[in-house]
């Protein structure tokens, strides 16, 4: 079936890239142009965006880069680059066939954690990373809710061992966008009754609230254990610093590190439907640690699309412009209780921000051209 196929594709992760021909976008400090009559509103990003946070095959450049164009988006990192002789030569390639503008970011192999060498073969991947010109390093949740530390343990966010792979990456100036845990609601039990039961019935797999996984709280804790310990590494928090049900405590974070951000993706819903004032005052506080993100997925198939979440079924048309539209029109407008990007993610609305011009420019795409040096006005 398509959606498991798309799965499948962004599991592999078969994806891209390093060298890096300069496009100047001609006009991307320009707001859009005023809409023309019989234009919806929000139909695209105010200002030119950089999406964060994107698993694009990459066989499929021309209809990644027919949603880009369509949303006003200059550059999509490919989180699902894999490594050297798993994806990433392919992302390479697509990286400089889309001129630069399907940016990939490499990952390591977790599978074999504890064995004699592997923290040797991890460092040795993002050196190859890092000489192939990729910037950044992708750490999906399996680390924390997955991996193995090779002694019968789950592998903590902060487990020493990883340390001197840590301090590599710090030493190349990579990136390291990391997704620590996931919706809290995952965490617990799974019945109708758990707001995200519309997303859990759909992948019974996503659920957390069996025991023997950590609770939402111990991972959050080894992950900032982990972005403190490297005050010179510069850290993406995936969605929302993971932990968009508790702004406060992103905040937190940011506060005590300096060397961290936070990307967007796929929880537009969750702290969309925070009180707007507390939002707007927080987007404001950090106008230069927030980087736009989506976690789009896209494949050959037009049935292989990703809006942040997946159902059972394709994305219907409609359901696309709904995306795009809801979450341009949460950062742009002011509205009240609208509909959010993604309806399997709860059944609630979410109330807009309004942020001021400079702000969207910062957070839509210059933040993210500057922490990884792309050609940006
Ligand atoms: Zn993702």
Redesign the pocket.
């Known amino acids: 079936m398509a959606v498991k196929r798309a799965r499948r594709l962004l599991i592999l992760g078969l994806v891209l890239v390093g060298c890096h021909p300069r496009e100047r976008p001609a006009d991307a400090s320009a707001r859009t142009a005023p809409r023309a009559p019989g234009v919806p509103a929000y139909s695209r990003a105010a200002f030119p965006a950089v999406d964060i946070?994107t698993?694009f095959d990459p066989a499929a450049t021309t209809r990644e880069l027919a949603m880009m164009d369509a949303q006003n988006i200059r550059y999509a990192i490919n989180?699902s680059a894999g490594w050297a002789g798993h994806g990433l030569e392919a992302a390479l390639a697509q990286q400089t066939e889309s001129a630069g503008r399907i940016v990939p970011f490499c990952m390591i192999d977790w599978r074999g954690v504890g064995a004699d060498g592997w923290v040797a073969a991890a460092v040795a991947t993002l050196e190859q990373c890092a000489s192939a010109g990729v910037r950044g390093w992708k750490i999906p949740k399996v680390l924390g809710l997955g991996a193995g530390d090779g002694h019968g343990h789950r592998l903590h966010v902060d487990d020493p061992m990883l340390d001197p792979i840590f301090e590599r990456a710090s030493a190349l100036n990579l990136v390291v966008l990391i997704?620590s845990g996931d919706p809290r609601a995952f965490f617990e039990p799974n019945t109708p009754a758990n707001e995200r039961w519309d997303e859990l019935r759909a992948h019974p797999a996503w659920s957390f609230a069996d025991p023997m996984y950590p609770r939402w709280t111990e991972i959050l804790d080894e992950f900032e254990r982990r972005v403190l310990r490297h005050p010179r590494l510069r850290f993406i928090g995936?969605h929302f610093g993971n932990a968009a049900e508790d702004p406060d405590r992103v905040e937190s974070l940011l506060v005590r590190a300096p060397n961290y951000f936070i990307d967007t993706?796929a929880r537009i819903p969750e702290f969309g439907r925070h009180d707007p004032a507390r939002m707007r005052a927080f987007f404001l506080r950090w106008q230069d640690r927030v980087i736009f993100g989506t976690?789009l997925g896209i494949g050959t198939d037009p049935s292989d699309l990703m809006l942040g979440s997946t159902g059972e079924q394709p994305p219907t048309p409609e359901e696309i412009t709904r995306f795009w539209r809801s979450t341009w029109r949460y950062f742009e407008s002011n509205d009240r209780a609208f509909e959010h990007p993604t309806p399997i993610q709860g059944r609630w609305t979410i109330s807009g921000v309004g942020l001021p011009d400079g702000v969207l420019r910062k957070i839509y795409g210059a933040n993210a051209a500057h922490l990884l040096n792309l050609a940006w006005p």
Do not use: E, K, Q, T
């Open positions: 946070h698993h989180l997704h995936a993706s976690d």
